[in-house]
T-cell receptor, first 110, second 114 residues
Framework: ELKVEQNPLFLSMQEGKNYTIYCNYSTTSDRLYWYRQDPGKSLESLFVLLSNGAVKQEGRLMASLDTKARLSTLHITAAVHDLSATYFCAVVPTGNQFYFGTGTSLTVIP | ETGVTQSPTHLIKTRGQQVTLRCSSQSGHNTVSWYQQALGQGPQFIFQYYREEENGRGNFPPRFSGLQFPNYSSELNVNALELDDSALYLC?????????????FGPGTRLTVT
């Protein structure tokens, strides 16, 4: 059974601090996606990682992919309140079916 | 460029009833995928439609069915509703031929089954 696990499930961090969210998956996938979801809202695409070693940055967020380790990270730099949301990773091992992770609920405290 | 739209926004149904949810894909996209997101969980893939045919299905029973129309819009139909069908239903559109296969999600339909 394919598993996509995120770590931690809940994260409370102070403004200005750095932290990393981890996404481990149990099968091969050459693509990985990161999404953000605000409470009661839909999913917003953050990053699409298409190859081993891919690194992408947007503002205070940076995502990376290690397909050999089946691991992706989402690094948060100098967190601000606006980053409070739930973050999901998703893999597509075959065809077109997206498998989403368990989600990481991030709360940034002033 | 028009984004992905879904209707209705909210819906309350009774157990055993049937429901139809609608999705209009983003301009230029030819593929629609449907997801079920229960409270506190990640989205679960229901199925995908490409060129008006089902192109992949997740672990959902046959009472979940769908359609895609020539304009690439789509419907999700659920028969014999159960309490566990209460969830946020998301559709996502994409262009099948693009390698990144990035999906753009609609705002969702919140279904409550009582």
């Amino acid at each position: 059974e394919l598993k996509v696990e995120q770590n931690p499930l809940f994260l409370s961090m102070q403004e200005g601090k750095n932290y990393t969210i981890y996404c481990n998956y149990s099968t091969t996938s050459d693509r990985l996606y990161w999404y953000r979801q605000d409470p009661g809202k839909s999913l917003e695409s953050l990053f699409v990682l298409l190859s081993n070693g891919a690194v992408k940055q947007e503002g205070r967020l940076m995502a990376s992919l290690d397909t050999k380790a089946r691991l992706s990270t989402l690094h948060i730099t100098a967190a601000v309140h606006d980053l409070s949301a739930t973050y999901f990773c998703a893999v597509v091992p075959t065809g077109n079916q997206f498998y989403f992770g368990t989600g990481t609920s991030l709360t940034v405290i002033p | 460029e028009t984004g992905v739209t879904q209707s209705p926004t909210h819906l309350i149904k009774t157990r055993g009833q049937q429901v139809t949810l609608r999705c209009s894909s983003q301009s230029g996209h030819n593929t629609v995928s449907w997801y079920q997101q229960a409270l506190g969980q990640g989205p679960q893939f229901i199925f995908q439609y490409y060129r008006e045919e089902e192109n992949g299905r997740g672990n959902f029973p046959p009472r979940f069915s769908g359609l895609q129309f020539p304009n690439y819009s789509s419907e999700l139909n659920v028969n014999a509703l159960e309490l566990d069908d209460s969830a946020l239903y998301l559709c996502a559109s994409s262009r099948f031929e693009v390698r990144s296969y990035e999906q753009y999600f609609g705002p969702g339909t919140r279904l409550t089954v009582t």
